[in-house]
């Protein structure tokens, strides 16, 4: 089997809390090295920006669907943290803010995402 059939067995056997931690894993990834890239490589910094955005607006959808599973509290926090990514995504963009908030916001996601896994 060669290594790219074994990567797409790999990843359609991950669980929903799998992917959702894999992304944020990338994700997280690539605001890092956006953050300790030179401040003038405004590719990597939009694009990492976006990406974050990206992800978190689809949250903010799923969360917004009358269908979707988690309590009412925690879907209205992931929507207002979607919000506020936004905002501080456009003021990073600007200079105006720095990426570690929204580092630290993807790590803690991340911490839950894999205590629920071990539970």
Known sequence: MSLRAYQQVAISAE???DIE???FGEVTRELMAADAAPADDFQRRISALDR???LWSALATDCSSPTNALPPELRAS????SL???RH????MRKEEEFG???????AIMQ???QQQAA
Do not use: D, H, M
């Open 15 to 17: 669980s929903p809390r």
């Open 21 to 23: 931690y894999r992304l």
């Open 52 to 54: 974050n955005r990206k």
């Open 78 to 81: 992931i929507i207002s943290l």
């Open 84 to 86: 506020w990514v936004a």
């Open 89 to 92: 995504s456009s003021a990073v």
């Open 101 to 107: 908030p929204l580092i630290e916001i993807n790590r």
């Open 112 to 114: 839950g995402l894999s």
